[in-house]
């Protein structure tokens, strides 16, 4: 197919190669179906803070269009806003700056403005409704063991007093949990910080982030899809709740610190999906492989041709 190409303003082709050009490339996403993409692209390039001298629009293939500009003010206010966008979930494209066309200020120049504005998107993260759910469920959790001890202090029949020790135990489980789901959250989200350097107090986040184990490992270059896809999902993992979400790091330093880990852990705790992505995000496999087998399923197979 064909594709659709718009010019918002006259120009002479004559002079097109004259000028300096600087070029975004518009890519899907990985939840960016490429009919809902492509119709709303026109209306993308129309929210720009300054339109761009000409641009295409791809019916078919991963680069969905391609903007140009003269100025190059405007693009890195275009860069800008289009990440401000897809952080704020308006769009699943993944902006892309040609480096080929500025000098190497220009991209310190282009990183600290993405700096900020992802550095102020982790930041709200802290403040998000999975947040403030966690810590009043924490409250809650506080008030209600506070309300068991009052009453054991009082007398009970030994059934009414075993019974609230255990309510009492399963309360302060469910308390430890919660806390060590809203720890792993806010460290992870520290660790981000601290890579885009924006952390307000820097050496105290990373000393509890990485003082054994490192969360995650970014590479020298920025790569700023993978720092949303990251954020995202450990908002995911916050609001999931899955139990192995909440010893992470504790598993991260036992894994490092020992050839042999034997990690036991009920049916739906998140041992085969999540601890893969663990190993993967921490580098603690440097350049080799994590594999993830399933041991019931070998041993029924090997016994089905019996």
Known sequence: MRAVRRNPSQWNPAQRWERQRFRIRLLCGERAPRALTHGAIPELIASLP????????????????????????????????????????????????????????????????????????????????????????????????????LRLKKRNTFAIHAELTAKKKNLEAELTLVKSRLGEFRAAVGCVLAYLGESKNQKAEKEEVDDVVQLFRFGTEFDWRRIHLVLERECQRLEAGLPIYASRREILRTIKFNQVTVLIGETGSGKSTQLVQFLADSGLTADGSVVCTQPRRIAALSLGPG
């Not at 494209?93 to 900020?116: D, I, N």
């Open 50 to 149: 300054s339109k761009p001298a000409e641009y295409c629009i791809n019916s078919t293939g991963y680069e969905a269009a391609e903007l140009v500009f003269y100025q190059w003010r405007d693009i890195l206010d275009a860069i800008v806003h289009l990440w401000s966008l897809r952080l704020a979930g308006s769009h699943r494209l993944v902006p892309v700056l040609e480096s080929s066309a500025y000098a190497p200020s220009s991209k310190t120049e282009v990183e600290a403005r993405l700096k900020s504005v992802f550095s102020g998107y982790a930041r709200k993260l802290l403040e998000s409704d999975a947040v403030l759910k966690c810590e009043k469920r924490i409250l809650d959790l506080k008030g209600d063991i506070h309300k068991v001890v």
